[in-house]
């Protein structure tokens, strides 16, 4: 097997932050044996209050640079940028382009017994109704309510996983969702899956939470498998992690977001 | 008087995004016949998680946008640019420079009589250590207590601005300062007035809050008032706000910080 085969080529994993890396976590649980190249725009973060033309952008930028870096698949771990850029980002690969939205909708809909799905994110992701369409692709009988959720994000960051602010917020968030009756609720956003343990608990046992991260981790599991482009090595995988900036807290973040220690960051510019 | 001529120039101001729009309003309260020009650099806001180097690097950006305006006086109304970056904005002016924490000092230095000064704002801000040095230059025997308080400025874009929520993140953070008996508390982030009414219910009558917004309404007035560059002109004054995006909600959250409509926005690039 050539080194330069393309089964061999590093996964391609971008995010605007940090958040993706919960996708690199769940990808190196799933697939212990595929090189992992992961680029987050953590000097252009958050994407979630910017304009799509920016977005847009950025994404270019960021798909040029992982080609370069002769990626074989390319995943937007980035609510916002598949939201909004995925067809720009399509436009642009020679490879195949997987992303969160989809993986997670994919999973929402296997999943509901009810067609009754809710759907949680920041405010720029809601506002593009990209999960909405996404289901309702799949399954048009599906009745969606969503919610913005401002909040979580830098809830997260601040790393208050389970405290009563965090606990009060999601109250309030999901109060209208969960008069809805609905019995699955997607986590559209990267940062969601450190207080999965507290929203689980917010909204009781009867719901089922689709994590977008693990949704992915079975997706890209499937598309390595059908293409035939599973990596044959069975030697430890190189982890790269390309940031834009090195910003306040950025390894104890990262870290929390990883699940382990995050070694082998490069400051790069685009 | 020449159109032209220096006091009829328009003062700079210039933040990270929106939250500057504080110290826009301060100054037309206090100022109400001085042209403003406002920058705000939504397109990469925050500043409070970026690296003090790529910070400097966007203030010397801003800085040369506004000269290139003919302003007669830069503003610095961004706390993280104040605390990393005014000495790359003076190397560059050719005009006089003022800066909110330098405005913020002052009050709190001439307010405390207990010489016990609490200071919250963004994590960059408080591990910047600008507001401790700034007032200790000032009055070095003043005990100064720092707090960083990472989820006021996204509840405050959230408008949860008399919220259980932001009362319960306001006790939180605000307990280890009150336990040292200040009498004065330094608002260090230009998005903390829209919580001042929240924030002095969770403090109490006793303890004053600093308004670096109003106090740097004030520093204006005396540094024109001295250089004589007020605006002779009893004319309604020209304000033009340029801003690097059009992020979402923008023209809701900016009115709700400049307290009034947001006419003439003009977006541009750096």
Known sequence: MM?????CRPIG???????????????MERLPFE???????TARVPYGVKSVETINAYARQITEFLLRKEVKLLII???TMAAVARSTVESLSVVPVLDVIEAGAHRAVAETRTHSVGVIGTPT?????????AICRLAPETH???QACALFVPLVEEGWLDHPVTRLTA???LRPVLAEHIDTLVLGCTHYPLIKALLQDVVGPDIHLVDSAEAMADVTADLLHSRHLTNPERIPPEYRFYITDVPLRFQQIGERFLGRSLPGIERISL
């Open 3 to 7: 080194k330069n085969s393309p089964e």
């Open 125 to 133: 992701t809601i506002n593009s109704n990209a999960y909405a369409r």
């Open 144 to 146: 969606i309510f969503s």
């Open 77 to 79: 771990a980035c609510n």
């Open 35 to 41: 090189n992992i190249l992961y680029f987050g725009d």
């Open 171 to 173: 109250q309030e968030y």
């Open 13 to 27: 994993v971008f995010d605007s932050g940090v958040g993706g890396l919960t996708v690199v976590r769940a990808l």
